[in-house]
C-alpha cells in the first residue's frame, strides 16, 4: 500500500490531499495510506484569516499560462460546489466585483476574464464616479461576478471530506524536510508547507508578503471594490462580516496589528463606501502570505522516494489550490507509471 505524506494544512495542502485520496477512492485503485502532518490546522492556518476572494493575485513571475489553467480548475470547482448542498457549509458564495486600475500603460489585469461570469469594461461614466475627489484617476475598471470560498469554512468542509475517505491527520511540526525525507515511512512526500520551506528547504526565493486587514459588521454591502494601484485599499464581502483591506507589504515578518496601515485600510475603504464609518470593528488581523519569486510546482527523486513540492502561492492560494492539486495528482501518476519526471 503506497503511503504518502502531505506537509501543511493550509488550503493548498489540503487540496492536494483530497484530490490524490478521492482519486484512488473514486477510481477504485490499490488503496493508499495518506497522512497530512501540520503543526497548525483550521482555525490557525495563515489562509483563515482571509477573505477567501477568487482573483489570482502576487505571484511574481509565475507563468500566465499555468495561473490561468490553475485558477481557472478552482473556479469550475467552486461552481460544483455552489451547485450542491454544500455551498453553505463550504462557505462558497457568488459575489459582483468591480477592479480598478491607476495604470496609463494596461488596463486592468483579466488574462483570466472569460473564467469569471458576465466581465464587461466600466463606461467612461462608471469610472468618473469612482474618481470623484481622487488625485491619481483610474484608467480602467472591470465588473464581474465570481466566487468567494471563505478558508474559515472551506478549510473544515475540505478537512471533513479528507478525513471521510480515510485520511489520517498528525498535528506535528517538521524541522528537517531532508532528514524526514529520508527517515520516514513514506513513499512519496507533498511539500505544502508554504512560507515555512524559507528555512525546510534554504529556499532564499521565499518571502512574506505581510496581510493585514480589517473586519466590520456590515451586513448590507452585498459586492466588492478592488483598487489595483500599488497602495489600494479592497472591500470583500464574507458571509458573517466584511474584511476591508489591506497591504502587501514584502519581506515584512510583523505579525501584529500596525495602527498606521489600520488607518489608511479603514480610511481608504470609507472613500468608496462612505456608510463604512458605522459600522461596528469586529477585529483585525495580521497573516504572512508565502511569496515566492516564482510559484515551485514540481517534482524530485530522493533515492527510491518521491518529493513534490507546491508552495510560494503568494496572494492565490485559494485561487490555485485545486488546480496546483491537479498537477501533483499528475506528477504522482507519472511516476507510478515510470514516466520521467
Known amino acids: 500500500m503506497p503511503n504518502i505524506a502531505v506537509i501543511g494544512a493550509g488550503v493548498n495542502g489540503v487540496a492536494s490531499a483530497i484530490k490524490i485520496l478521492e482519486h484512488f477512492v473514486n477510481e477504485g485503485q490499490t488503496p493508499i495510506r495518506l497522512t497530512i502532518i501540520s503543526e497548525d490546522f483550521t482555525p490557525n492556518t495563515t489562509g483563515d484569516g482571509s477573505a477567501g476572494l477568487w482573483g489570482p493575485y502576487l505571484l511574481g513571475g509565475t507563468s500566465q499560462s499555468k495561473v490561468y489553467k490553475w485558477s481557472k480548475s478552482m473556479h469550475q470547482f467552486l461552481e460544483q460546489i455552489w451547485l450542491s448542498d454544500d455551498a453553505g457549509e463550504a462557505g462558497v458564495c457568488l459575489l459582483p466585483c468591480i477592479r480598478l486600475s491607476t495604470s496609463t500603460v494596461d488596463t486592468v489585469e483579466d488574462f483570466w476574464r472569460d473564467i469569471v461570469y458576465g466581465a464587461v469594461d466600466l463606461s467612461k461614466e462608471q469610472l468618473a464616479a469612482y474618481n470623484k475627489d481622487r488625485s491619481v484617476k483610474f484608467t480602467s475598471g472591470l465588473s464581474f461576478v465570481t466566487y468567494t470560498s471563505e478558508p474559515i469554512k472551506l478549510l473544515p468542509y475540505l478537512m471533513k471530506r479528507f478525513v471521510r475517505n480515510g485520511g489520517v491527520v498528525v498535528r506535528k511540526r517538521i524541522t528537517d524536510l531532508e532528514a524526514f525525507v529520508a527517515d520516514s515511512e513514506y513513499d512519496v512526500i507533498v511539500n505544502c508547507s508554504g512560507l515555512g520551506s524559507r528555512t525546510l528547504l534554504n529556499d532564499e526565493q ?57 488607518r489608511m485600510i479603514v480610511n481608504g475603504c470609507r472613500r468608496y463606501i462612505p456608510g463604512l464609518e458605522h459600522t461596528e470593528c469586529l477585529f483585525d488581523w495580521v497573516g504572512l502570505r508565502p511569496g515566492r519569486s516564482q510559484l515551485r510546482l514540481e517534482a524530485e527523486r530522493r533515492g527510491r522516494k518521491l518529493l513534490i513540492h507546491n508552495y510560494g502561492h503568494g496572494g492565490s492560494g485559494v485561487t490555485l489550490c485545486w488546480g496546483c492539486a491537479d498537477d501533483v495528482l499528475d506528477i504522482l501518476l507519472a511516476a507510478k507509471n515510470g514516466s520521467k519526471l
Request: charged residues 25%; glycine residues 8%.
Open 206 to 262: 521565499m518571502y512574506a508578503v505581510r496581510g493585514q486587514v480589517s473586519r466590520v459588521k456590515a451586513n448590507w454591502i452585498f459586492s466588492s471594490v478592488l483598487d489595483e494601484s500599488d497602495d489600494g485599499n479592497y472591500i470583500i464581502p464574507n458571509t458573517e462580516s466584511v474584511v476591508l483591506g489591506g497591504t502587501h507589504q514584502e519581506r515584512d515578518y510583523n505579525t501584529q496589528v500596525c495602527q498606521k496601515d489600520r
